[in-house]
């Protein structure tokens, strides 16, 4: 076993002991100290003990050296019938203008990826847009479709047409509505609308006014909007409360450079959003002109909280205890024990393809307000590449293969890279100028990695603490 040996691993030192994550077999293994010292620099020979160890993990099949050979993802040969019978939700661009500026939206001329306009979608186009879908989601008795802006409510009326138009084509089948505002254009006769076709809402809200009030601001003015936003979503909450309980959830987006505790403090206490599913994500700065900022005090108090929410699940914290806002941390863990429950494995394959795509076009499709196609809202719609076809002419399929495959053009960082099926990057890390960078898909590795690290480590922690249950929420 001398200096050749090259397993194929990634060494994990938690609090709890030392692990193993194979990467040909897709687990995590605990070992002894002295093993994992053996395993960290390969540099003398392991001892008789250790080297009995290891010869009985490569009997149980741990340890192998095989990486993946020739980077191809596995749904490239199915991609066109996936095209024809699979697409899954639809996404409209009802509007590009927006009633607000929020500094960190994409539209606010702080990123590459947008420019705000005052552009609408004609219904001409969105009813392409639905019969599009309505005959490429044949296998689907379902069909969710989004409304997406800017502010889709100032396109109510747009909106209105579309749901005529999709239910008088679903036959008979089942249509979900949904869209995203920043609530502040929510008014009585829209509710009315929005529960009687049992629209599912998600109402931007980033915490207590001052905080809100930081970024989401009216346009042309120095107004924020979180009174009339938390002034509309209580009327709603007043007049509809079942409704509201079902269908209404928030999203808060995060701006690292301030604390945290003051928003999950708002969260857990504030009555009008008390018992509501909130989401939240950080400020996305992928196609920013300015990175985010992470102040020591977030990244102290994220982790505390991060922490709370493991001690909540083996039972030494109780529910009420948790923010709302951090109790989503915990479907992160949940992703990697079905990763891990999901992808054990003999080893790799020949051919393979990292993680982190989705199948353009099938699983979800957007489409702008000029018709054009997109894999979805978060990506560029002012790129070249990014663009998979018009609601006119239809997917490009060499276009969307090539983001399908994305793996091609970092081929040999992936196929050596530990956290090869569990990335979580898309082309969309790797647009630059409307072309495929790699070496801007690159510079996302080494946070991607870490991120991968710490989510194991995590689910680690949480096995080592003892918990047993369904890895429920
Ligand atoms: S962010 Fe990337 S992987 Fe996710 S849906 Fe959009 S294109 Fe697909
Ligand atoms: S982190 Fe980078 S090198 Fe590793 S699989 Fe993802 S894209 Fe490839």
Same mark, same amino acid.
């Given at each position: 076993?001398?200096?050749?040996?090259?397993?194929?691993?990634?060494?994990?030192?938690?609090?709890?002991?030392?692990?193993?994550?194979?990467?040909?077999?897709?687990?995590?293994?605990?070992?002894?100290?002295?093993?994992? $010292?053996?395993?960290?620099?390969?540099?003398?020979?392991?001892?008789?003990?250790?080297?009995?160890?290891?010869?009985?993990?490569?009997?149980?099949?741990?340890?192998?050296?095989?990486?993946?050979?020739?980077?191809?993802?596995?749904?490239?040969?199915?991609?066109?019938?996936?095209?024809?019978?699979?697409?899954?939700?639809?996404?409209?661009?009802?509007?590009?203008?927006?009633?607000?500026?929020?500094?960190?939206?994409?539209?606010?001329?702080?990123?590459?990826?947008? *420019?705000?306009?005052?552009?609408?979608? %004609?219904?001409?186009?969105?009813?392409?847009?639905?019969?599009?879908?309505?005959?490429?989601?044949?296998?689907?008795?379902?069909?969710?479709? %989004?409304?997406?802006?800017? *502010?889709?409510?100032?396109?109510?009326?747009?909106?209105? +047409?579309?749901?005529?138009?999709?239910?008088?084509?679903?036959?008979?089948?089942?249509?979900?509505?949904?869209?995203?505002?920043?609530?502040?254009?929510?008014?009585?006769?829209?509710?009315?609308?929005?529960?009687?076709?049992?629209?599912?809402?998600?109402?931007?809200?980033?915490?207590?006014?001052?905080?809100?009030?930081?970024?989401?601001?009216?346009?042309?003015?120095?107004?924020?909007?979180?009174?009339?936003?938390?002034?509309?979503?209580?009327?709603?909450?007043?007049?509809?409360?079942?409704?509201?309980?079902?269908?209404?959830?928030?999203?808060?987006?995060?701006?690292?450079?301030?604390?945290?505790?003051?928003?999950?403090?708002?969260?857990?206490?504030? *009555?009008?959003?008390?018992?509501?599913?909130?989401?939240?994500?950080?400020?996305?700065?992928?196609?920013?002109?300015?990175?985010?900022?992470?102040?020591?005090?977030?990244?102290?108090?994220?982790?505390? *909280?991060?922490?709370?929410?493991?001690?909540?699940?083996?039972?030494?914290?109780?529910?009420?205890?948790?923010?709302?806002?951090?109790?989503?941390?915990?479907?992160?863990?949940?992703?990697?024990?079905?990763?891990?429950?999901?992808?054990? +494995?003999?080893?790799?394959?020949?051919?393979?393809?990292?993680?982190?795509?989705?199948?353009?076009?099938?699983?979800?499709?957007?489409?702008?307000?000029?018709?054009?196609?997109?894999?979805?809202?978060?990506? %560029?719609?002012?790129?070249?590449?990014?663009?998979?076809?018009?609601?006119?002419?239809?997917?490009?399929?060499?276009?969307?293969?090539?983001?399908?495959?994305?793996?091609?053009?970092?081929?040999?960082?992936?196929?050596?890279?530990?956290?090869?099926?569990?990335?979580?990057?898309?082309?969309?890390? $790797?647009?630059?100028?409307?072309?495929?960078?790699?070496?801007?898909?690159?510079?996302?590795? +080494?946070?991607?990695?870490?991120?991968?690290?710490?989510?194991?480590?995590?689910?680690?922690?949480?096995?080592?603490?003892?918990?047993?249950?369904?890895?429920?929420?």
């Amino acid at each position: 076993m001398g200096e050749k040996f090259q397993p194929f691993i990634h060494l994990l030192d938690i609090p709890y002991g030392k692990y193993v994550f194979d990467v040909n077999k897709s687990s995590a293994i605990k070992v002894p100290d002295a093993v994992y $010292a053996y395993l960290k620099d390969m540099t003398n020979e392991p001892d008789a003990e250790v080297r009995e160890y290891l010869e009985d993990l490569r009997a149980r099949g741990y340890l192998k050296e095989k990486h993946v050979k020739v980077s191809e993802h596995p749904v490239t040969e199915y991609y066109h019938s996936f095209l024809k019978n699979n697409l899954g939700q639809l996404t409209l661009q009802v509007t590009q203008g927006c009633n607000l500026k929020c500094e960190y939206c994409a539209y606010s001329g702080n990123y590459f990826n947008r *420019e705000h306009t005052n552009k609408a979608m %004609s219904f001409e186009t969105a009813k392409k847009a639905i019969d599009y879908f309505i005959s490429h989601a044949r296998d689907s008795s379902h069909f969710a479709i %989004s409304f997406y802006g800017g *502010e889709p409510l100032l396109e109510f009326g747009l909106i209105k +047409q579309c749901v005529a138009y999709a239910d008088s084509r679903a036959e008979g089948r089942e249509v979900s509505y949904n869209f995203t505002t920043n609530g502040t254009l929510l008014t009585e006769e829209k509710y009315d609308y929005l529960v009687e076709h049992n629209f599912a809402v998600l109402v931007s809200l980033d915490g207590p006014q001052e905080v809100h009030d930081r970024h989401r601001i009216f346009a042309g003015s120095t107004v924020g909007s979180f009174q009339k936003m938390s002034d509309n979503v209580k009327m709603l909450r007043r007049k509809y409360p079942n409704y509201f309980a079902e269908m209404v959830s928030f999203n808060t987006v995060i701006d690292p450079a301030y604390p945290i505790k003051a928003i999950c403090d708002f969260t857990d206490t504030d *009555e009008w959003i008390s018992g509501s599913n909130i989401l939240s994500t950080v400020i996305n700065d992928v196609q920013a002109k300015e990175k985010n900022h992470y102040s020591e005090t977030f990244l102290e108090e994220y982790e505390y *909280e991060k922490f709370k929410v493991l001690l909540w699940k083996v039972g030494r914290l109780e529910k009420k205890d948790i923010s709302p806002l951090m109790r989503k941390h915990f479907t992160g863990i949940k992703q990697m024990a079905a990763f891990f429950e999901r992808t054990e +494995q003999n080893e790799l394959p020949d051919k393979g393809h990292r993680g982190g795509p989705c199948i353009p076009g099938v699983r979800k499709l957007f489409v702008d307000v000029d018709g054009r196609l997109f894999p979805c809202e978060r990506v %560029s719609e002012t790129s070249e590449v990014a663009c998979i076809g018009h609601i006119d002419s239809g997917i490009d399929e060499k276009k969307a293969l090539q983001l399908l495959n994305i793996e091609r053009i970092t081929s040999e960082e992936c196929r050596n890279c530990w956290a090869y099926a569990m990335c979580s990057t898309c082309f969309m890390y $790797a647009e630059d100028k409307g072309k495929l960078s790699r070496d801007k898909q690159l510079m996302e590795c +080494q946070s991607n990695r870490m991120q991968a690290d710490k989510q194991i480590k995590d689910y680690l922690v949480l096995r080592e603490l003892g918990y047993s249950g369904e890895l429920d929420s």
